[in-house]
């Protein structure tokens, strides 16, 4: 089973509201990654957490809060968000931290921010 | 610095003809490389990998992929290309930071459309 699920696939929010996205895997992965995607665009990373500690935070802005509660389970916290932030929010996970490791996705979280 | 580059932002082929998507990158190290496929509105999927050993690349939905160190290049092909196949595909460099840490830089994408 190669499966990382997101939920809710769909979220709209206004700028006042706070709300979690959530990404679980249950592959025994102890990497897992959070990824913003515009329109046509790559995904472009905003945090890795390795064996649940936060590794990398790819100077997100702070009303983006990361939070690992356990080694199968990614949140990412939403709070007064802009517009420009509505974006498809990608988790992914892989064995380990390393560059030879296959990074599995899941189908994503399209964010609209009114 | 580290960088992909796939200069087709869009390639549109007729149903039943070949298909390749050219990748080229800017690396200093032996390169772990891998082409990922996008549908729209949905997540990223493994189409293959190389890390090392034969260079070409056997990956699914009969899909192949050549390294060649020569010309940093990691071309993506398929003799007949199906009308599922339209989609954004991404190649994608995994690079280290000083040791095993690794992250992925991904291409600008190419799109590619299907004609009947």
């Known amino acids: 089973d190669t499966e990382v699920t997101q939920t809710p696939k769909h979220l709209v929010m206004g700028m006042t509201n706070k709300k979690s996205l959530k990404c679980e895997q249950h592959m025994g992965h102890r990497a897992m990654y959070w990824y913003k995607q515009k329109a046509k665009k790559p995904p472009e990373l905003m945090f890795v957490?390795?064996?649940?500690?936060?590794?990398i935070n790819e100077s997100v802005p702070s009303r983006f809060s990361p939070e690992c509660p356990n080694s199968s389970l990614l949140n990412l916290h939403l709070h007064a968000l802009q517009p420009e932030d509505s974006a498809l929010y990608l988790c992914?996970?892989?064995?380990?931290?390393?560059?030879?490791?296959?990074?599995?996705f899941g189908p994503g979280t399209r964010l609209t921010v009114l | 610095a580290q960088s992909v580059t796939q200069p087709d932002i869009h390639i549109t082929v007729s149903e039943g003809a070949s298909l390749e998507l050219r990748c080229n990158y800017s690396?200093?190290?032996?390169?772990?490389l891998f082409w990922y496929v996008q549908s729209p509105g949905q997540g990223l999927q493994l189409l293959l990998k190389y890390f090392s050993g034969d260079t070409l690349v056997q990956g699914i939905k009969g899909f192949e992929a050549e390294f060649k160190r020569s010309q940093s290049s990691f071309n993506l092909r398929k003799p007949s290309v199906h009308w599922s196949d339209a989609a954004e595909y991404f190649c994608a460099v995994g690079m280290n930071y000083g040791g095993s840490q690794g992250n992925l830089i991904f291409g600008k994408g190419t799109k590619l459309s299907v004609k009947p």
């Open positions: 957490y390795s064996y649940e500690k936060l590794s």
């Open positions: 690396y200093g190290a032996t390169p772990y």
């Open positions: 992914a996970s892989s064995q380990d931290w390393r560059s030879t490791d296959t990074q599995y």
